[in-house]
């Protein structure tokens, strides 16, 4: 049981840059994980198992990557009741991301801007805190969510990409393929006909080899964005099953600011997440399940504010559903009520 009542935790945190907020809440997170004050913010997990693209899931309910960047403190989210966590988007080498200030709250529409830009210490250092990490070991299932540096011209990013999962594949349960981040200059191009089949396609055949060499099949998502017409997600979803990719994450977060242009910070560059996104990406949600079948696997993300949400994530034909935005402002007690929404709803 967690004994920090998060409203008190998130009027101290709000009172600060939202960086620096986060970054001091995943540096204390990362020193309490494997420690007997991890029990301050621990949760039972919610047991509602399902098996999607192969894996058994302990619930539907995960974190989605760009939370904990670097893998740091999967140990610790795991403790609250994730049935998933997803850490990343690790690139090949570090960089230091766009520059400060780069991430913004926008309480009145319980939203967030950033434009992080794949802020991360390296594919390296990311290795070795997954493998410090137990989630795992516990039933845990954990995504690993993989990038493209921003000084790798669009032209060479399938190098990057397949760098990826080389390193990740041997500790994940699933790989992500972020390819619709817009905080990287043209990385959404990569969502396009010709570049995602040529991405897809040589992603594809290394996961072969990689399957081959380790002896096990690690599923291939891809992660897309909310900024789709239908006629570009209908693309998507036939290069999807064309290249035999194992599932898809939708969305990422939005360029829109119809919602929000008239608050403050509401014009700030970058992805605006949150309650705004909710809709978009249900509507990609619903449009990928038409096209893609029943069977096919689709987590959805976006906007999921309460337990209601997650719930209407799946009746948009999402088999999982993760939080990030709507876990900055509910905290620990979204993981049970989400969890629990999701499991009433079966």
């Given at each position: 049981?967690?004994?920090?009542?998060?409203?008190?935790?998130?009027?101290?945190?709000?009172?600060?840059?939202?960086?620096?907020?986060?970054?001091?809440?995943?540096?204390?997170?990362?020193?309490?994980?494997?420690?007997?004050?991890?029990?301050?913010?621990?949760?039972?997990?919610?047991?509602?198992?399902?098996?999607?693209?192969?894996?058994?899931?302990?619930?539907?309910?995960?974190?989605?990557?760009?939370?904990?960047?670097?893998?740091?403190?999967?140990?610790?989210?795991?403790?609250?009741?994730?049935?998933?966590?997803?850490?990343?988007?690790?690139?090949?080498?570090?960089?230091?991301?766009?520059?400060?200030?780069?991430?913004?709250?926008?309480?009145?529409?319980?939203?967030?801007?950033?434009?992080?830009?794949?802020?991360?210490?390296?594919?390296?250092?990311?290795?070795?805190?997954?493998?410090?990490?137990?989630?795992?070991?516990?039933?845990?299932?954990?995504?690993?969510?993989?990038?493209?540096?921003?000084?790798?011209?669009?032209?060479?990013?399938?190098?990057?990409?397949?760098?990826?999962?080389?390193?990740?594949?041997?500790?994940?349960?699933?790989?992500?393929?972020?390819?619709?981040?817009?905080?990287?200059?043209?990385?959404?191009?990569?969502?396009?006909?010709?570049?995602?089949?040529?991405?897809?396609?040589?992603l594809q055949e290394?996961?072969?080899?990689?399957?081959?060499?380790?002896?096990?099949?690690?599923?291939?998502?891809?992660?897309?964005?909310?900024?789709?017409?239908?006629?570009?997600?209908?693309?998507?979803?036939?290069?999807?099953?064309?290249?035999?990719?194992?599932?898809?994450?939708?969305?990422?977060?939005?360029?829109?600011?119809?919602?929000?242009?008239?608050?403050?910070?509401?014009?700030?560059?970058?992805?605006?997440?949150?309650?705004?996104?909710?809709?978009?990406?249900?509507?990609?949600?619903?449009?990928?399940?038409?096209?893609?079948?029943?069977?096919?696997?689709?987590?959805?993300?976006?906007?999921?504010?309460?337990?209601?949400?997650?719930?209407?994530?799946?009746?948009?034909g999402a088999d999982?559903?993760?939080?990030?935005t709507g876990f900055?402002?509910?905290?620990?007690?979204?993981?049970?009520?989400?969890?629990?929404?999701?499991?009433?709803?079966?």
């Amino acid at each position: 049981m967690a004994f920090v009542p998060y409203p008190l935790a998130r009027s101290f945190l709000f009172e600060l840059d939202p960086e620096k907020a986060h970054d001091l809440t995943l540096g204390a997170l990362a020193r309490i994980q494997h420690t007997p004050l991890v029990c301050t913010i621990a949760q039972p997990r919610v047991d509602d198992p399902v098996t999607v693209a192969g894996l058994r899931f302990p619930n539907r309910l995960g974190l989605a990557a760009g939370l904990d960047k670097n893998g740091r403190c999967i140990d610790g989210f795991g403790a609250m009741g994730f049935g998933f966590v997803e850490v990343g988007t690790v690139t090949p080498k570090a960089q230091p991301g766009n520059p400060k200030p780069r991430m913004f709250r926008l309480p009145q529409a319980r939203a967030l801007i950033n434009r992080l830009g794949f802020n991360n210490e390296g594919l390296d250092a990311f290795l070795a805190n997954v493998k410090r990490a137990s989630f795992r070991s516990k039933g845990g299932i954990l995504g690993l969510n993989i990038g493209k540096n921003a000084a790798t011209p669009i032209e060479r990013a399938v190098d990057d990409y397949l760098l990826g999962p080389a390193g990740v594949y041997p500790h994940a349960d699933y790989v992500t393929v972020n390819i619709s981040s817009p905080n990287t200059k043209n990385l959404r191009a990569l969502q396009s006909d010709e570049a995602l089949d040529a991405l897809l396609a040589a992603l594809q055949e290394r996961k072969a080899a990689l399957q081959t060499e380790h002896g096990r099949s690690v599923p291939m998502f891809v992660k897309i964005a909310p900024d789709l017409d239908e006629a570009q997600v209908k693309v998507i979803a036939a290069t999807l099953k064309k290249n035999g990719i194992d599932g898809v994450i939708a969305t990422n977060t939005t360029i829109a600011r119809e919602a929000v242009q008239h608050l403050p910070h509401g014009e700030e560059a970058g992805g605006l997440s949150g309650a705004p996104v909710f809709e978009p990406s249900n509507r990609v949600i619903r449009l990928l399940r038409t096209e893609l079948g029943s069977a096919y696997p689709i987590i959805g993300v976006g906007g999921v504010m309460s337990g209601a949400d997650a719930v209407a994530k799946r009746e948009a034909g999402a088999d999982l559903v993760q939080i990030y935005t709507g876990f900055i402002y509910g905290g620990p007690p979204l993981v049970t009520e989400a969890a629990r929404a999701l499991k009433t709803r079966g």
